[in-house]
């Protein structure tokens, strides 16, 4: 690139970078983030993981909705995701179930970082996982707050 000029647009990287988990991340290493993520496309109503199996990874959404349904005795959607919004992140940190079904509410474009690849970051570009990790525990403690605060105003 030369001096003045400007780098062409590239959606999916720009996308990625304004992803909170990855917001702090130079473009060079959103790029490098990038590279370890798998590409999946799903239909509408498709299932992405089933409430039960164990969990691999976390999903980012480039395109499309996905809603995260807890299945008992009367379904139950518990969140709704569109573009830039990421799910199942719990999966990076531990082996557990999930608790709940993500499925495509319309055609959907998904990036997936499983926990292997992470783990491989960790090793490999230690700095980089740790802006990531940093990232996740506030994501997740904010969540936990929400949902105290949710359960608090139910009582």
Same mark, same amino acid.
């Given at each position: 690139m030369f001096f003045g000029q400007k780098?062409?647009?590239?959606?999916?990287?720009?996308?990625?970078?304004?992803?909170?988990?990855?917001?702090d991340l130079p473009m060079?290493?959103?790029a490098m983030v990038d590279s370890l993520m798998h590409e999946r496309r799903y239909l509408a109503d498709e299932v992405i993981f089933d *409430?039960?199996?164990?969990?691999?990874? %976390? $999903?980012?959404?480039?395109s499309g909705r996905v809603k995260i349904v807890r299945h008992g005795q009367v379904p139950e959607t518990l969140l709704e995701f569109g573009p830039g919004s990421f799910f199942g992140e719990v999966a990076l940190l531990d082996q557990?179930?999930?608790?709940?079904?993500?499925?495509?509410? *319309?055609?959907?474009?998904?990036?997936? %970082? $499983?926990?292997?690849?992470f783990?491989?970051?960790?090793?490999?570009?230690s700095a980089i996982a740790s802006r990531i990790s940093f990232q996740l525990a506030r994501v997740l403690a904010a969540r936990l707050r929400q949902a105290?605060?949710?359960?608090?105003?139910?009582?």
């Open positions: 780098r062409a647009p590239n959606t999916r990287l720009d996308l990625l970078k304004s992803v909170v988990l990855f917001k060079r290493d959103v *409430e039960g199996e164990e969990g691999q990874g %976390l $999903f980012v959404v480039l557990c179930v999930r608790t709940a079904q993500a499925r495509a509410v *319309e055609d959907a474009h998904i990036v997936a %970082l $499983f926990r292997a690849e783990y491989s970051l960790l090793e490999t570009h105290i605060t949710s359960r608090d105003q139910h009582i």
